[in-house]
């Protein structure tokens, strides 16, 4: 992991130079730490996990049950802001993540994950404590458990340089409002 502008020792590699093996990602486990909110940290990561965990658990009642939700509450207002973290998850990807040519590229980007991440975390507590069902139970930790492997292995590959991520949505955003220089 890179926190804090240095690396920790599990994440030091074979006598390469620093810039050849350092990418500034959460590990899994720090990502799931993160998302709980068990981790604290100035690493920019960090919060915007935290902020896409809570923002995912509070949709989870509303999207089980519409006809029960409360008449203030604004899914579109939190979906909104669950784009927003995403967009500054994607512009900090942008200037901080490495962008190898020839590599293959990700189908999503680095803040898309995350939101997935935090929805599958936020979708296997919920069923944990609202759930009967053995089953569901199971199916929703797998789900996470699938998740949180897929990081890993985005995480692997990025560090080994075969994997970069797509810029976002948050720059195609950004040139629908600039105005055209023609």
């Keep these: 992991m890179y926190l804090n502008e240095y690396a920790s020792d599990s994440a030091q590699s074979g006598g390469r130079a620093p810039h050849a093996w350092m990418v500034p990602l959460l590990e899994p486990d720090q990502l799931i730490q993160a998302i709980s909110g068990h981790m604290q940290s100035g690493f920019a990561l960090v919060g915007w996990a935290r902020e896409l965990g809570d923002l995912h658990a509070e949709l989870i009642p509303h999207k089980l049950d519409r006809a029960s939700r409360p008449r203030n509450f604004d899914c579109e207002k939190v979906r909104a802001e669950i784009d927003r973290v995403v967009g500054e998850i ?15 590229m990700h189908t999503h980007s680095l803040g898309e994950v995350m939101s997935h991440i935090a929805m599958a975390f936020a979708d296997a507590w919920w069923t944990v404590l609202h759930s009967t ?7 929703a930790w797998l789900h996470l458990g699938q998740a949180r492997e897929g990081y890993a292995e985005m995480v692997i590959e990025m560090r080994a340089r075969r994997l970069r991520l797509p810029l976002g949505t948050s720059g195609i955003r950004r040139r629908e409002v600039e105005p055209h220089a023609d």
């Design 90 to 104: 994607d512009a900090w990807a942008a200037s901080n993540a490495p962008r190898m040519e020839g590599a293959r």
């Design 133 to 139: 069902d053995a089953e569901l139970r199971h199916r």
